[in-house]
C-alpha cells in the first residue's frame, strides 16, 4: 500500500513563498500519478495541481503561473512550490495518488490514495 506524507506547511504573508513536499513508500512511486488538493473549511476538496510519471503537469486556473508541480522519482519525492502567495490560498493541502502512468483532471475521489494533509496559512 502507498503511504503519503506531507511536509512544509506553515504560516507566511501575502506575496510570500512555500514548498510542500509529499513521502511516498510502499510501491514503485515513479508508476503513478500525483497530485495536489486542497480544503477550506466549509468547501470541498479541490484539485490544485497533477503530474504524470513523464513530469507532464496540469494545473488549476487559480494558480497556474504561481504554482509549481514537481517529483523527485529517485527520492520518491512530489513536491508543489508555491509563489506570489494570498490569504485566498489559505487551506489544507494534501497529496494524492492513483497507480498509472497520467489521467488528466481527477477529483478527490477518484484518487486512490490521500495523505493526511498540511496547513498552510497566508495572512494579509
Known amino acids: 500500500q502507498l503511504q503519503l506524507v506531507e511536509s512544509g506547511g506553515g504560516s507566511v504573508q501575502s506575496g510570500g513563498s512555500l514548498r510542500l513536499s509529499c513521502a511516498a513508500s510502499g510501491y514503485t512511486y515513479s508508476s503513478y500519478y500525483m497530485g495536489w488538493f486542497r480544503q477550506v473549511p466549509g468547501k470541498g476538496r479541490e484539485g490544485v495541481a497533477y503530474i504524470d510519471s513523464d513530469g507532464r503537469t496540469v494545473y488549476a486556473g487559480s494558480v497556474k503561473g504561481r504554482f509549481n508541480i514537481s517529483r523527485d522519482n529517485a527520492k520518491n519525492t512530489l513536491y508543489l512550490q508555491m509563489n506570489s502567495l494570498t490569504p485566498e490560498d489559505t487551506a489544507m493541502y494534501y497529496c494524492?495518488?492513483?497507480?498509472?502512468?497520467?489521467?488528466?483532471?481527477?477529483?478527490?475521489?477518484?484518487?486512490?490514495?490521500w495523505g493526511r494533509g498540511n496547513q498552510v496559512t497566508v495572512s494579509s
Open positions: 494524492a495518488a492513483i497507480r498509472g502512468r497520467g489521467y488528466g483532471w481527477l477529483t478527490w475521489s477518484q484518487m486512490g490514495y
